[in-house]
C-alpha cells in the first residue's frame, strides 16, 4: 500500500490535477480544460466528478492514504473577509457603490468578481475527490493541506529545475498578499526573502491585463499573448510610456504607485483604448509600448534579486512568467547566467506545485537529484481508439505504420502537408511540445498565412514556433541557450531567417523549441528525418487546436479539428489517417 499526494490548483481559472507518489515521481499533471474542452476551464473545479474514479483506479492503486494538497490558503486575506461580509462579493453586490476604489488599473467589480470566484473555488477544494476516495478507497485514509499560492509557484519552477541552487521570482496579478514573491532555493528547500504585501503595491500582471485591454484584446481569455505577437509590429510610443512610468516605480522588491493623483493618473490609460477607428499601426505601437514597460519593470527587479541572492541561476514563474518576449532577454539583461521556466508556470502549475510541497513537508530527508522534469504527464490516445474508428469509419484512409511513421511524416511535411500530430502522453502546460502539435514545413514565409486561414483561425500578426535539434540551435539563434518549453524568445540569426522563413517573426525572432532526444525520442526522430530530406533541422509547431480551444485531448477532438479545417494529416501514434480526397499513395 502507498501514499499518494494530489495536489489540486483550484484557482478559478486554469485549474489543474496532479499526482505525485511516495517516491516524489510525477505520475500524472494536467489542466481541466483538456478534459472539459474548455479553454481555461472558468470557475470548473479540478477534480472533475466522472474523470476521477478512472485518474484514481490508473495512478493510485491500493492507496493507504491520500493527501489533498490545495495552492491557496483556505484563510483569506482581511480586505477579502470584509468585503465579503459587506456583501460585495455576490452577484448583486458587484453593482454596489459606496466603497473606496482599489488601488488598480481595473475597477472594483472586476476585481471583487475574481475575489469572488476565488472564495468560490477554495470552498468547494477537493469536495469531489473526497467523495469518490470514499466510495473507491472507503479504507484510505485523507488528509488535507493547503499552502500560499505563491509558494505553489516557486516549488513548480525550482523542484520541476535542473538547479541545486537557485534564485526564485513569482510574479503574477494576485496572490493572497501580494502579485509578487521572491524566494532563495537550497538543497531542496524554499527560503522566502521577500513577499510583496499591501492595497498600495502595484501588480505588473494586472498591468498587463490592462494593456490588453487597451489593445482590444480580452484578459479573461488569456490573450495577453496576442500583445506579445502585436508588438513586435510596433514601436515606442513615448506619451504612454511616460505615464505609465509615472505610475509605478520599482523599489528593491516591490512596485509602487507612485503618483498622489493615481485614479487621474489610471483614467488617462484609457485615452489609448481601442477606437472604432483605431490602426492597426496604433494599437500596435500599445502593445510594444505596454511589453517595453514590462521588461523595463521585470529587469529591475531580477537585478536586484540577482544582487540580493548572488546565484547565477534563476526559476522564475506566475502568469508573467509565460512573456517569452521578455524571457529571451533575461541572461542579457539581469546578470543571471541560466533561467528556468517550468512548463506550466501559471496557475495550472500551481497543482504540481502543491503535491510537491506536500511531499517534501512528510518526507524531507528523501532527496531525489534535480533533474528537468519532463512536460509530458497528461492524457494518452490508447490504440484502441483507433482501433475502433477503423471498425466503423467509412471514409477515412488510415494506414498502420509501425515502422515508417516517422519517415512518412516527414516526406509528407517536406512537400508543404499540414499535418496534425498526436504522440504519447499530453504536454502539461499551454504550449504544444510536440505531442499534441499541428506541424508544417518552415521554410516559406506563405505557410504562416496558409496555417492561420486554413486552420488556426486567428489574426495573422501570431507567430509560429521552430522546434529545432538542440545541437543546430547556435547555428540558427544568436545567444542561444535552451528553451525546452517553447519559453523563450530568441534573435534569429540573420543568415538563418530566409531557411525558416514560416518561423521567422517581423521582428526577426523566433519563440523557439529545444528538442533533444532524451527528452522526446519521436518528435526528435521526426525533426530529424526532415533534417535528412531538406537540410532544415527545424518544424514549425504550433497547438493542436483552434482559436479559442484548447489543446485537442481525445481522438474524437483530434478528428473534429481535422475534419473540419485545412489540414492534410493527421497522425495519432502509428497511425497515418488522410481525407478521401488527399490520399497520400
Known amino acids: 500500500m502507498s501514499t499518494y499526494y494530489i495536489g489540486l490548483s483550484v484557482t478559478y481559472h486554469d485549474s489543474a490535477l496532479a499526482i505525485v507518489s511516495e517516491e516524489g515521481e510525477v505520475l500524472f499533471a494536467e489542466a481541466t480544460e483538456r478534459f472539459l474542452q474548455n479553454k481555461r476551464a472558468l470557475n470548473c473545479e479540478p477534480d472533475q466528478l466522472f474523470r476521477l474514479p478512472e485518474l484514481l483506479e490508473r495512478y493510485c492503486p491500493d492507496p493507504k492514504k491520500i493527501i489533498i494538497a490545495s495552492n491557496w490558503r483556505k484563510k483569506r486575506p482581511i480586505y477579502e473577509n470584509i468585503v465579503k461580509k459587506l456583501g460585495f462579493l455576490s452577484a448583486s453586490g458587484l453593482l454596489k457603490t459606496g466603497i473606496k476604489k482599489l488601488h488598480s488599473p481595473l475597477p472594483n467589480y472586476q476585481l471583487h468578481h475574481m475575489m469572488a470566484c476565488q472564495s468560490s473555488s477554495i ?110 509590429y510596433g514601436k515606442l510610443n513615448q506619451k504612454l510610456y511616460d505615464l505609465l512610468n509615472s505610475i509605478i516605480v520599482v523599489n528593491g522588491f516591490d512596485c509602487t504607485h507612485l503618483s498622489e493623483k493615481l485614479f487621474e493618473q489610471l483614467a488617462k490609460l484609457d485615452e489609448f483604448k481601442q477606437r472604432p477607428d483605431s490602426t492597426l499601426e496604433e494599437l500596435a505601437d500599445v502593445a510594444f509600448t505596454g511589453q517595453a514597460f514590462f521588461a523595463d519593470l521585470v529587469t529591475q527587479l531580477l537585478s536586484h534579486l540577482r544582487k540580493v541572492t548572488q546565484c547565477e541561476n534563476l526559476a522564475l514563474a506566475g502568469g508573467c512568467a509565460l512573456n517569452s518576449s521578455f524571457n529571451g532577454q533575461i541572461t542579457q539583461r539581469t546578470g543571471f547566467k541560466q533561467v528556468f521556466i517550468p512548463s506550466a508556470p501559471a496557475d495550472d502549475g500551481c497543482a504540481l506545485g502543491a503535491a510537491w510541497l506536500a511531499y517534501h513537508e512528510d518526507l524531507p530527508k ?203 494529416v493527421l497522425v495519432v501514434n502509428d497511425y497515418l489517417i488522410t481525407k478521401p480526397r488527399n490520399e497520400v499513395e
Open 123 to 232: 470552498d468547494r477544494a477537493g469536495l469531489n475527490l473526497v467523495r469518490i476516495i470514499h466510495e473507491v478507497y472507503p479504507d484510505c485514509a485523507i488528509a488535507f493541506k493547503d499552502y500560499d499560492h505563491h509558494r505553489t509557484h516557486a516549488a513548480m519552477a525550482c523542484y520541476a529545475s535542473p538547479f541545486e541552487d537557485a534564485a526564485c521570482a513569482v510574479i503574477d496579478s494576485y496572490g493572497e498578499n501580494g502579485s509578487m514573491a521572491f524566494y532563495r532555493y537550497r538543497n531542496r528547500k524554499l527560503e522566502q526573502l521577500h513577499e510583496a504585501k499591501g492595497l498600495s503595491k502595484a501588480s505588473l500582471g494586472l498591468y498587463y491585463m490592462k494593456i490588453t485591454e487597451l489593445c482590444g484584446f480580452d484578459w479573461l481569455k488569456g490573450e495577453e499573448w496576442k500583445v506579445m505577437g502585436l508588438a513586435s
Open 366 to 568: 528523501q532527496v531525489k537529484p534535480s533533474q528537468l522534469q519532463t512536460p509530458y504527464t497528461g492524457s494518452t490516445i490508447k490504440d484502441d481508439a483507433i482501433e475502433r474508428l477503423i471498425r466503423f469509419n467509412k471514409s477515412l484512409n488510415i494506414k498502420h505504420l509501425p515502422d515508417s511513421i516517422n519517415a512518412e511524416t516527414a516526406r509528407l511535411l517536406a512537400e508543404g502537408k499540414l499535418v496534425g500530430w498526436v504522440q504519447g502522453r499530453a504536454e502539461y502546460g499551454p504550449r504544444a511540445l510536440g505531442n499534441r502539435s499541428i506541424l508544417a514545413d518552415p521554410r516559406d514565409a506563405k505557410m504562416q498565412d496558409l496555417i492561420n486561414e486554413k486552420v488556426k483561425f486567428r489574426e495573422m500578426f501570431r507567430p509560429f514556433a521552430p522546434s529545432i535539434l538542440h545541437e543546430h540551435g547556435d547555428g540558427y539563434f544568436e545567444n542561444y541557450h535552451e528553451s525546452p518549453y517553447m519559453d523563450k524568445t530568441l534573435q534569429i540569426r540573420k543568415a538563418m531567417q530566409n531557411k525558416i522563413a514560416a518561423t521567422c517573426h517581423v521582428d526577426g525572432t523566433g519563440r523557439l523549441q529545444t528538442v533533444k532526444r532524451e527528452w522526446n525520442p519521436r518528435f526528435y526522430e521526426l525533426i530529424q528525418a526532415f533534417y535528412q530530406l531538406t537540410q532544415v533541422p527545424v518544424l514549425l509547431n504550433t497547438s493542436f487546436n483552434i482559436m479559442g480551444k484548447p489543446l485537442v485531448h481525445s481522438l474524437e477532438d483530434a478528428l473534429t479539428v481535422f475534419m473540419t479545417t485545412g489540414l492534410d
